[in-house]
């Protein structure tokens, strides 16, 4: 198989607001960044239908025109951006670093990006992939404030589900929280938090069999995996909060990760353990998980490859 050799200063891998703005800046440091999209050019806001809370959107904005600014925004200060998947690297020794994109394009890089995300697990069934973005959604505080006043449902038993539960009840008449088990696997205070709200009412050793509706969530239909029983809540919003899978498998090798895979990085930086690696965005942010702070952070990583750069040059 053929195979090429480049060479850049900046490569940034992923294309979520993290990357982005990272393109953003370092295009505008004139250090000609590299940025291949990778599997899902724009990231998760891609299928996020309202965005209202990023700044600068006075009437919010659909989240894949928020992508496409983004985009456009880094290519108008030239940043090459390419499609592409990072399928292989070698962090080992000092830079430049190689980079295998698409298994036989070769880039060696004198720093590195990382913005590749995380993907929310799902339940699998297919009403909920129908109805993403039409009352299916897996961030309460991204989309929980179009379902003010009405009742919704929220799948999940840790410590995101929780929080997840708990911020929902302040905006929702009614939630309906289904966990699988006979018990939370949340913290304490969490599972307190929720156990003490009125508004809460959990469903033990239940799961999702079917969310109803033709074009937007109508109701849930859940089953209790005891009994047997199957029981009808009407709904207008389903919240799926059993997780997210950071993209970091290729990264592994060389990345240190926490238990879950999200890159561990300097705090209040975007350092990893890697000289010249810098990871941002969702990949390294379990907390937040917002494209406004993805967005920060990717900044962050620029500002901090620049004067990397300018130290070694």
């Known amino acids: 198989m053929e195979s090429s050799i480049e060479k850049t200063k900046c490569l940034i891998i992923g294309s979520g607001p993290a990357g982005y703005t990272a393109a953003i800046y370092a295009s505008r440091a004139n250090l000609k960044p590299i940025l291949y999209q990778g599997i899902e050019p724009g990231g998760q806001l891609m299928i996020t239908n309202d965005v209202e809370n990023f700044p600068g959107y006075a009437e919010g904005v659909m989240g894949p025109e928020l992508m496409a600014d983004l985009e456009k925004q880094a290519r108008r200060f030239e940043c090459d951006v390419r499609y592409g998947l990072v399928t292989k690297v070698d962090f080992s020794g000092k830079p430049p670093y190689k980079v295998i994109v698409d298994e036989n394009k070769e880039i060696l890089a004198d720093t590195v990006i990382l913005s590749t995300g995380a993907k929310a697990k799902w339940l ?184 990397y750069l300018a130290h070694h040059s």
């Open 124 to 307: 699998g069934i297919p009403s909920e992939q129908r109805l993403n973005g039409f009352g299916v959604s897996a961030c309460a505080v991204c989309d929980g404030f179009f379902y003010k006043g009405t009742e919704v449902a929220i799948v999940g038993a840790g410590d995101t589900a929780c929080e997840e539960a708990t911020y929902l009840s302040k905006l929702c008449t009614n939630v309906h929280m289904i966990v699988r088990k006979g018990e939370m696997r949340a913290s304490k205070i969490m599972q307190e938090r929720v156990l003490n709200t009125p508004n809460i009412k959990v469903y033990w050793n239940s799961e999702t069999d079917e969310i109803l509706g033709e074009k937007t969530v109508e109701a849930v239909r859940i089953k209790n995996n005891k009994t047997g029983e199957m029981t009808t809540i009407p709904i207008s919003g389903f919240f799926v909060a059993i997780g997210h899978t950071p993209q970091s498998e290729v990264f592994k090798p060389f990345i240190n990760t926490d238990a879950e895979g999200y890159v561990l990085v300097e705090p209040g930086t975007t350092k990893t353990n890697v000289e010249a690696v810098f990871a941002s965005g969702d990949l390294m942010d379990k907390n937040y998980r917002q494209a406004v702070t993805a967005a920060g952070t990717g900044c962050m990583a620029a500002l901090e490859a620049e004067r």
